[in-house]
């Protein structure tokens, strides 16, 4: 296992939100300096998001409405390969952050901008928020009961899904550097991200003049849903309706040889009964129980984890997926490592760091400011 | 312009989505992708017993349903296809001389597939020293799941993406469009590029184990680092936030036409009372601080549906952005290949398929300035490639593909 392979990059990060700052922490975690750009006077507040998303990475502060700041901010990105950025365009003109600039004193700046919708376009300077993104990149509207209200995802996949394809964007990008030496602009949309991870919806307007819509996924022939057991859910997904599994899993013979359910077109006439005899019977069963016996036969079987189950997951464990890292203001907890595991390439996990903790190495060691130099910096609130 | 990837081969053994999906992203930017299929027809999506005919050109199978399928022609643009049957021993000996000239491998079998054919990652590794595999099983290359199979909702609900959405007080809700795959995907080819740039550094290759699981549990990090700070197991809260309101999903006039609206600032809000015209109830005391929006948020949500259900779901959006509040059209699949704000940004392609017809597919959402994304080849045919990729790449001569055939090594 050699060292971690970028660790010859030097990364800018700025306002960049969840979607950005996912991206500079897996570049973080493969190796890249990843300097977090913070305001002065920025607190550490704690919160799982900040804890989770600035691993490996170092901060400083700086004033980007202050002269100063701003001449420090130009002479950092001037020995940056990769500024990661979540301004959209009217605020990059209010903060004076301007492409054509930036590039001038580094051509071979790449800079990476992951925003709601783009750098482009009508819908530019719109806000977003994670519910908006996942709305208006089409995933809202497919989620829910049929009849009901669309309904949001608990969590920012948005955001995730945007941070991902700005990591791709990025190492594309200095792929492409590699080549002609130059840098370049990614820009990222949350909506189009979102609106590039479909299936069906798309195509079936275009193909069959149909609309995809709630409770979503289409086609099954067989039940397909959630589940009570005694202790949580089950998803099954008994897509080939494995009777004989069933009949296994309940202890109930009489069930293989039900003819209502053996024959698949006969099955969609008493789906429902058969929808029943599983939520009666599953009911007396534990989740993991019932995940198990169906991995045993190759049925498609998913139990609904909790925080709880998945931190004392057996499997996760076993790959040592968690790594543990104690942080100053919190203690030891577990974080979930790089799910990519590469046979030759090592990655780093420290904790988050304070606002302003690398300010010292970066003004003074890297940029020769002295002591004295420093201390007046944050007199004028520069840093 | 060169692309990023160009000079990159990689031998896609994708199926259904999160393979093939990794795939694409690497053909979109210049890599030569061949896909290697069996002959019996893409049953990832033309399997009788589970298709779904809306996903074909006027809902007709046709002679040849493996090559219109929209899914997989969405899947699958811009990659060649060779059908090779990889459990025969001349297709095997095939598939090595094509690993012999390639860079990367990507397959998303459970892992007993590809050491069953012979053809695991120790084997192709003797064949081609510096081979890159990606394989993203379910649930990793090792451990007590290793051979469990999963499905794109079932890997989620196992990884703790299901128990996070749901309406309040009831139990969890599977989402409508399953992301996990594109999750997985996504962190493959990521890694995929770091194995590049260590290739080129290092000159080795290397095999990366992913479990599509762990990428989905990554996505839920910071849920999880609450849990530990807080000892609290996360409550699902339907479309509502611990510290935005209004935040919700309201009816607008047509069927099935909605927003979502989300406030998370007093100057949000004032933009939104603003838009509605400053109605009377909006300077109800209840109403007035985020502490008392959040209390009696169904009665906000009641107010703002009422007036939402008179206009239209673009109208609200755009009156809303225009007052400074988030606020987006919740759109369904045709919106979207019509949305003016999408086709402005190239994002909505366009590409003729000889027996699917001309169709507008999702484009590519990594924007690059200087070297974006081509799209010039539509998904291929099955074993479209067959005879151009033995002759040119391989250097088989005719009798010699003859003989595979009569083998039954290629389709």
């Not at chain 2, 550094?201 to 849990?227: F, M, N, P, R």
């Given at each position: 296992m050699s060292e971690a392979t970028l660790k010859n990059l030097r990364i800018l990060e700025l306002n960049a939100g969840i979607a950005g700052a996912y991206c500079a922490k897996i570049l973080a975690q493969r190796g890249a300096e990843v300097i977090k750009l913070e305001a002065p006077g920025s607190k550490f507040n704690g919160s799982a998001e900040n804890l989770y998303l600035d691993t490996a990475k170092k901060s400083i502060t700086i004033n980007l409405r202050n002269e100063m700041g701003i001449g420090m901010f130009q002479r950092l990105v001037s020995m940056t390969d990769v500024l990661i950025e979540g301004c959209n365009p009217s605020e990059k003109s209010e903060i004076g952050l301007d492409a054509n600039s930036l590039t001038q004193n580094n051509p071979r700046l790449v800079i990476t901008s992951v925003t709601g919708f783009g750098q482009t376009g009508p819908y530019s300077n719109y806000k977003d928020t994670p519910m908006v993104s996942?709305?208006?990149?089409?995933?809202?509207?497919?989620?829910?009961?049929?009849?009901?209200?669309?309904?949001?995802?608990?969590?920012?996949?948005?955001?995730?899904?945007?941070?991902?394809?700005?990591?791709?964007?990025?190492?594309?990008?200095?792929?492409?550097?590699?080549?002609?030496?130059?840098?370049?602009?990614?820009?990222?949309?949350?909506?189009?991200?979102?609106?590039a991870s479909h299936q069906y919806t798309l195509t079936w307007p275009e193909y069959s003049n149909s609309i995809l819509s709630r409770p979503g996924w289409p086609g099954d022939h067989a039940p397909q849903s959630l589940f009570r057991c005694k202790d949580?859910?089950?998803?099954?997904?008994?897509?080939?309706?494995?009777?004989?599994?069933?009949?296994?899993?309940?202890?109930?013979?009489?069930?293989?040889?039900?003819?209502?359910?053996a024959a698949t077109h006969e099955r969609a006439n008493h789906m429902k009964e058969l929808e029943k005899l599983i939520t009666?019977?599953?009911?007396?069963?534990?989740?993991?129980?019932?995940?198990?016996?169906?991995?045993?036969?190759r049925e498609i079987c998913g139990f609904v984890a909790t925080p709880a189950d998945l931190l004392t997951n057996e499997q996760y464990n076993e790959r040592e997926y968690w790594t543990k890292i104690n942080h100053g203001m919190t203690g030891v907890m577990s974080y979930s490592g790089m799910p990519a595991k590469m046979s030759e390439c090592a990655w780093l996990s420290s904790g988050a760091p304070l606002p302003g903790e690398n300010n010292q190495e970066i003004y003074c060691d890297r940029l020769g400011l002295t002591w004295q130099e420093l201390k007046q910096m944050q007199e004028w609130s520069v840093i | 312009m060169m692309l990023p990837l160009e000079g990159i081969r990689v031998i896609d053994l994708g199926r259904v989505w999160a393979g093939p999906l990794a795939a694409l992203i690497l053909a979109d930017f210049g890599?030569?992708?061949?896909?290697?299929?069996?002959?019996?027809?893409?049953?990832?999506?033309?399997?009788?017993?589970?298709?779904?005919?809306?996903?074909?050109?006027?809902?007709?199978?046709?002679?040849?349903?493996?090559?219109?399928?929209?899914?997989?022609?969405?899947?699958?643009?811009?990659?060649?296809?060779?059908?090779?049957?990889?459990?025969?021993p001349a297709g095997k000996d095939v598939f090595k001389k094509l690993v012999a000239v390639s860079d990367v491998v990507i397959?998303?079998?459970?892992?007993?597939?590809?050491?069953?054919?012979?053809?695991?990652?120790?084997?192709?590794?003797?064949?081609?020293?510096?081979?890159?595999?990606?394989?993203?099983?379910?649930?990793?290359?090792?451990?007590?799941?290793?051979?469990?199979?999963?499905?794109?909702?079932?890997?989620?609900?196992?990884?703790?993406?299901?128990?996070?959405?749901?309406?309040?007080?009831?139990?969890?809700?599977?989402?409508?469009?399953?992301?996990?795959?594109?999750?997985?995907?996504l962190h493959g080819v990521s890694a995929l590029l770091v194995a590049l740039q260590h290739r080129r550094l290092t000159e080795t290759g290397q095999h990366i184990d992913l479990s599509q699981a762990e990428a989905q549990t990554s996505i839920i990090g910071k849920e999880l680092i609450e849990y530990q700070l807080t000892k609290q197991e996360p409550e699902r809260i339907g479309n509502n936030h611990p510290c935005m309101s209004p935040h919700g999903c309201y009816k607008c006039s047509g069927e099935d036409k909605w927003v979502a609206i989300a406030v998370a600032s007093e100057v949000e809000w004032e933009g939104l009372c603003k838009a509605m015209g400053n109605p009377d109830w909006t300077n109800e005391a209840r109403f007035s601080t985020l502490t008392q929006r959040l209390r009696h948020q169904k009665d906000l949500d009641k107010f703002i549906s009422k007036w939402t259900e008179k206009m239209e779901h673009i109208e609200v959006m755009e009156l809303l952005q225009f007052h400074g509040v988030p606020c987006g059209a919740l759109f369904n699949g045709r919106e979207l290949l019509d949305n003016e704000h999408l086709k402005q940004r190239g994002f909505i392609i366009e590409i003729p398929h000889p027996e699917a017809g001309v169709h507008r597919y999702a484009g590519t959402p990594v924007k690059l300035s200087e070297t974006p994304a081509q799209f010039y080849l539509p998904a291929p045919l099955l074993g479209e490639h067959n005879q151009i990729i033995l002759k040119q790449l391989l250097n088989f001569n005719d009798d010699e593909i003859n003989e595979l055939i009569r083998l039954k090594a290629l389709g």
């Amino acid at each position: 296992m050699s060292e971690a392979t970028l660790k010859n990059l030097r990364i800018l990060e700025l306002n960049a939100g969840i979607a950005g700052a996912y991206c500079a922490k897996i570049l973080a975690q493969r190796g890249a300096e990843v300097i977090k750009l913070e305001a002065p006077g920025s607190k550490f507040n704690g919160s799982a998001e900040n804890l989770y998303l600035d691993t490996a990475k170092k901060s400083i502060t700086i004033n980007l409405r202050n002269e100063m700041g701003i001449g420090m901010f130009q002479r950092l990105v001037s020995m940056t390969d990769v500024l990661i950025e979540g301004c959209n365009p009217s605020e990059k003109s209010e903060i004076g952050l301007d492409a054509n600039s930036l590039t001038q004193n580094n051509p071979r700046l790449v800079i990476t901008s992951v925003t709601g919708f783009g750098q482009t376009g009508p819908y530019s300077n719109y806000k977003d928020t994670p519910m908006v993104s996942y709305a208006m990149g089409g995933q809202m509207y497919l989620c829910g009961d049929a009849e009901g209200t669309p309904l949001n995802s608990g969590l920012a996949v948005s955001e995730y899904i945007s941070g991902l394809y700005a990591f791709i964007g990025t190492l594309l990008a200095l792929e492409a550097r590699e080549k002609n030496g130059r840098g370049q602009q990614v820009d990222i949309s949350k909506m189009e991200c979102l609106a590039a991870s479909h299936q069906y919806t798309l195509t079936w307007p275009e193909y069959s003049n149909s609309i995809l819509s709630r409770p979503g996924w289409p086609g099954d022939h067989a039940p397909q849903s959630l589940f009570r057991c005694k202790d949580g859910y089950v998803n099954l997904r008994l897509q080939n309706a494995d009777i004989a599994f069933l009949s296994y899993l309940f202890d109930m013979p009489e069930v293989a040889s039900d003819e209502r359910f053996a024959a698949t077109h006969e099955r969609a006439n008493h789906m429902k009964e058969l929808e029943k005899l599983i939520t009666d019977k599953i009911i007396n069963i534990g989740k993991k129980d019932v995940f198990r016996k169906a991995g045993e036969w190759r049925e498609i079987c998913g139990f609904v984890a909790t925080p709880a189950d998945l931190l004392t997951n057996e499997q996760y464990n076993e790959r040592e997926y968690w790594t543990k890292i104690n942080h100053g203001m919190t203690g030891v907890m577990s974080y979930s490592g790089m799910p990519a595991k590469m046979s030759e390439c090592a990655w780093l996990s420290s904790g988050a760091p304070l606002p302003g903790e690398n300010n010292q190495e970066i003004y003074c060691d890297r940029l020769g400011l002295t002591w004295q130099e420093l201390k007046q910096m944050q007199e004028w609130s520069v840093i | 312009m060169m692309l990023p990837l160009e000079g990159i081969r990689v031998i896609d053994l994708g199926r259904v989505w999160a393979g093939p999906l990794a795939a694409l992203i690497l053909a979109d930017f210049g890599a030569e992708v061949i896909k290697v299929e069996t002959m019996s027809g893409r049953g990832d999506f033309t399997n009788p017993e589970t298709i779904v005919v809306e996903d074909f050109p006027e809902k007709e199978l046709g002679s040849h349903p493996w090559n219109r399928s929209g899914i997989f022609n969405d899947l699958n643009r811009n990659k060649k296809s060779l059908t090779l049957d990889l459990s025969n021993p001349a297709g095997k000996d095939v598939f090595k001389k094509l690993v012999a000239v390639s860079d990367v491998v990507i397959d998303n079998y459970t892992p007993r597939v590809m050491i069953n054919f012979g053809l695991d990652y120790g084997v192709l590794k003797a064949v081609k020293p510096n081979i890159i595999m990606l394989s993203m099983p379910a649930y990793g290359m090792s451990g007590h799941y290793r051979d469990i199979p999963g499905f794109g909702n079932t890997i989620e609900s196992v990884a703790g993406i299901t128990n996070l959405t749901g309406y309040a007080g009831e139990a969890p809700h599977l989402p409508g469009m399953i992301t996990g795959d594109v999750i997985a995907a996504l962190h493959g080819v990521s890694a995929l590029l770091v194995a590049l740039q260590h290739r080129r550094l290092t000159e080795t290759g290397q095999h990366i184990d992913l479990s599509q699981a762990e990428a989905q549990t990554s996505i839920i990090g910071k849920e999880l680092i609450e849990y530990q700070l807080t000892k609290q197991e996360p409550e699902r809260i339907g479309n509502n936030h611990p510290c935005m309101s209004p935040h919700g999903c309201y009816k607008c006039s047509g069927e099935d036409k909605w927003v979502a609206i989300a406030v998370a600032s007093e100057v949000e809000w004032e933009g939104l009372c603003k838009a509605m015209g400053n109605p009377d109830w909006t300077n109800e005391a209840r109403f007035s601080t985020l502490t008392q929006r959040l209390r009696h948020q169904k009665d906000l949500d009641k107010f703002i549906s009422k007036w939402t259900e008179k206009m239209e779901h673009i109208e609200v959006m755009e009156l809303l952005q225009f007052h400074g509040v988030p606020c987006g059209a919740l759109f369904n699949g045709r919106e979207l290949l019509d949305n003016e704000h999408l086709k402005q940004r190239g994002f909505i392609i366009e590409i003729p398929h000889p027996e699917a017809g001309v169709h507008r597919y999702a484009g590519t959402p990594v924007k690059l300035s200087e070297t974006p994304a081509q799209f010039y080849l539509p998904a291929p045919l099955l074993g479209e490639h067959n005879q151009i990729i033995l002759k040119q790449l391989l250097n088989f001569n005719d009798d010699e593909i003859n003989e595979l055939i009569r083998l039954k090594a290629l389709g």
